[in-house]
């Protein structure tokens, strides 16, 4: 995987990542941080210009300074209850505070203040029925988040609230082949995305049912949003095959 803000070039590999900054490569491996494992899963990219961000599986988080110096956040040192995790990601919403938020294997999501250490946890045993969270998309109004008991909605300002999704969306064939028929969507806002959080589609519409066609997309998962007149909004996972 890779992310290029500022002219920088980040490449995540399985034994660690390189970064291509002022026409230089410098490669951080599982020698160069004493680590038994270094499987890089997800990277976010300075924030604030002075942190970057890597989640491993098997190894916890990494903090990369721009000073060159580095951080790890695991079990192992007491720092971070998982090592492995799926992703990290910003989670900025208008009128918050600057959070980073990780999925984890085994203890769910984990929201990290930037401007402090603690991390808040959201999994089964601060309440939530779900232990591992597996992918996340910020859509800018809120985030979409995938978890072994089904999708969520959360707002770094509000945490994760249980009852953010609403069961009135219908959607067949699911999984398909691109084909679907979107039901129960009087006067809403469609909006689809796909897991790194770009629109694919969006339309609005005034009748219950619509048929739409993403058969030009690539196979895997995607995330519907309808918004109807009331501001209620469903989300449901689509699966092209």
Do not use: H
């Not at 969306?169 to 084909?179: A, E, H, Q, R, W």
Request: with cysteine; glycine share 10%; charged share 10%.
């Amino acid at each position: 995987m890779q992310s290029q803000p500022y002219n920088i070039l980040y490449i995540g590999t399985d034994n660690g990542i390189a970064i291509y900054a002022n026409g230089q490569w410098t490669v951080l491996d599982s020698i160069s941080l004493g680590l038994s494992n270094f499987y890089v899963t997800g990277i976010l990219p300075p924030v604030n210009d002075t942190i970057t961000y890597i989640s491993t599986m098997g190894s916890g988080l990494i903090k990369i300074f721009q000073s060159g110096g580095f951080e790890i956040l695991n079990s192992t040192n007491g720092n971070f209850q998982d090592d492995s995790l799926y992703y990290v990601m910003l989670a900025e919403l208008p009128a918050c505070v600057t959070n980073i938020m990780i999925g984890t294997n085994s203890n769910g999501i984990a929201f990290n203040n930037y401007w402090n250490s603690s991390f808040q946890y959201y999994n089964i045993s601060t309440g939530y029925p779900f232990t591992q969270s597996r992918s996340a998309v910020n859509n800018g109004s809120d985030i979409l988040i995938g978890t072994n008991a089904g999708l969520w909605i959360a707002t770094p300002c509000g945490g994760i609230s249980e009852n953010s999704i609403s069961d009135y969306l219908t959607i067949y064939p699911n999984p398909g082949n691109g084909v679907f028929t979107i039901g129960q969507l009087f006067l809403s806002k469609i909006e689809i995305y796909n897991i790194i959080g770009e629109v694919i589609y969006k339309t609005a519409t005034t009748n219950e049912k619509i048929t739409i066609d993403l058969s030009i997309q690539a196979k895997g998962i995607y995330f519907i949003k309808s918004t109807d007149r009331d501001k209620k909004v469903s989300i449901k996972k689509l699966i092209i095959e």
